[in-house]
């Protein structure tokens, strides 16, 4: 009868084996951007394919990268959504595993709002770009409330984008303090928030971390939240009112 492995010995191995793809992932990743870019590029510029069209490609990066690092995503709440309605998704920040957890399973059309610096990378730029993604000055003055204005009116055409109102990844995984800005964005494009709960992202991939753990993520998708009747100096009110509905689907 064949000797069965002792248990430290096989999770040794277990661990060994979730290295190796996390490794496999993170040498893959930078060449798959490059790829789909190049292949937006082309699809759009040459073939004339549309932007919703070609979101089929950056799907497919997310997936691929979720599946090397052995990660299933389950997606709650569609039900929710009108396929018909742009939206701002906003979402509690964990992990950069975020984006592909996102990008990959939510299930909605959307961009990325992405500040201005990154359309400036060679391919990825561009890319960006003519998929329809959506530039923002980050600085404060004139030119950051005018790219501010430019993106409320590409959302109200009825572009859906996915926001952090944390600003930033949380260090321990806890639910932040929401910023205004998306609030602001939100108001002035007219259209619903609609809150969303990422569960399971910070195990996978923590901040400051550069391989990703196995692990299931949950994305909760929450009922929308109406902005006509809100003014921009209730932006803070409207902070708080997303962040407990984000909260209560953390808690879910």
Not at 87 to 95: D, E, G, L, R, T
Not at 130 to 156: C, F, N, W
Not at 173 to 181: H, I, V, Y
Request: hydrophobic share 50%; with cysteine.
């Amino acid at each position: 009868m064949p000797r069965q492995p002792r248990p430290n010995r096989l999770a040794c191995l277990m661990k060994f084996f979730y290295m190796v793809r996390s490794v496999v992932a993170l040498i893959l990743a930078p060449l798959l951007t490059l790829l789909v870019s190049i292949t937006a590029i082309v699809a759009i510029a040459i073939f004339r394919v549309s932007p919703a069209r070609v979101q089929v490609l950056p799907r497919g990066w997310a997936r691929i990268i979720a599946r090397i690092c052995g990660v299933p995503v389950l997606v709650e709440g569609l039900e929710n959504l009108d396929p018909g309605q742009p939206y701002i998704f906003a979402a509690n920040h964990q992990s950069q595993f975020d984006i592909f957890a996102l990008q990959g399973y939510l299930g909605h059309d959307f961009r990325w709002l992405a500040k201005q610096e990154l359309f400036r990378i060679p391919l990825f730029g561009p890319g960006m770009r003519l998929a329809g993604y959506i530039p923002v000055d980050r600085t404060h003055g004139r030119q950051a409330m005018k790219s501010l204005e430019a993106a409320a009116k590409r959302i109200a055409a009825g572009t859906s984008v996915i926001i952090f109102p944390e600003g930033t990844r949380s260090r321990d995984g806890s639910l932040q303090p929401f910023k205004a800005g998306g609030m602001v964005l939100a108001i002035k494009a007219g259209v619903p928030l609609v809150p969303v709960a990422i569960l399971g992202s910070h195990e996978v991939l923590p901040k400051g971390k550069l391989l990703a753990r196995p692990g299931r993520i949950v994305i909760r998708i929450g009922a929308p939240i109406a902005t006509r009747d809100y003014q921009l100096k209730q932006k803070n009110e409207l902070a708080e009112r997303l962040r407990d509905a984000v909260a209560a689907l953390l808690l879910h």
